[in-house]
């Protein structure tokens, strides 16, 4: 299984990537195998061709398992991410990703903004989102425990979407 991370916080190394490799990891046992901090794609996503976002856009589009990860800005998604989901084809660029979409925010009046916001455009390029998305409070970002509950309800569905062979006790 091929388990990727895409990050799309304006600010490198930030806690949005973090978070994202942290539940990777909680999730499926391992390091992500591919981490695109999409802030370093630069310039190159504000046009079509660029080598280094097609080179990211390839890894992510062949990965099985992806957590496309956002801070909440202006109660949606950021227009990083966007520009970096818009080098994937309609309706078939993400085909066989089982993706997770998490979001950060500073407090809980956007909880729902993965699910209501990020959720629909990976559907619309075809990644399969078998369960709901995660927001985690900023300040828990480096804390395992604030992802738990969310592994405990849906890590079996999601690894299961993504074909990794779950045994009886596991997740």
Not at 61 to 66: A, E, K, T
């Amino acid at each position: 299984m091929i388990v990727s991370v895409v990050a799309g916080n304006p600010k490198p190394a930030s806690r949005t990537l973090s978070a994202a490799c942290l539940l990777a990891t909680n999730l499926t046992g391992k390091k992500p195998d591919h981490v695109v901090d999409v802030v370093d794609l630069g310039a190159g996503l504000l046009g079509w061709g660029d080598a280094g976002v097609s080179a990211a856009v390839e890894i992510v589009g062949n990965s099985d398992l992806v957590v496309f990860a956002s801070p909440t800005f202006k109660a949606t998604y950021t227009g990083l991410l966007k520009l970096f989901l818009d080098q994937f084809s309609t309706s078939d660029g993400l085909q066989d990703v089982t993706a997770i979409p998490l979001m950060l925010g500073a407090g809980p009046a956007h909880y729902m903004a993965p699910d209501l916001l990020l959720k629909p455009v990976l559907v619309e390029l075809g990644a399969t989102v078998p369960a709901a998305g995660l927001y985690v409070v900023d300040k828990l970002h480096d804390d395992s425990e604030a992802f738990q509950p969310w592994i405990d309800r849906w890590g079996r569905i999601v690894l299961a979407s993504a074909n990794v062979p779950v045994t009886a006790g596991d997740r």
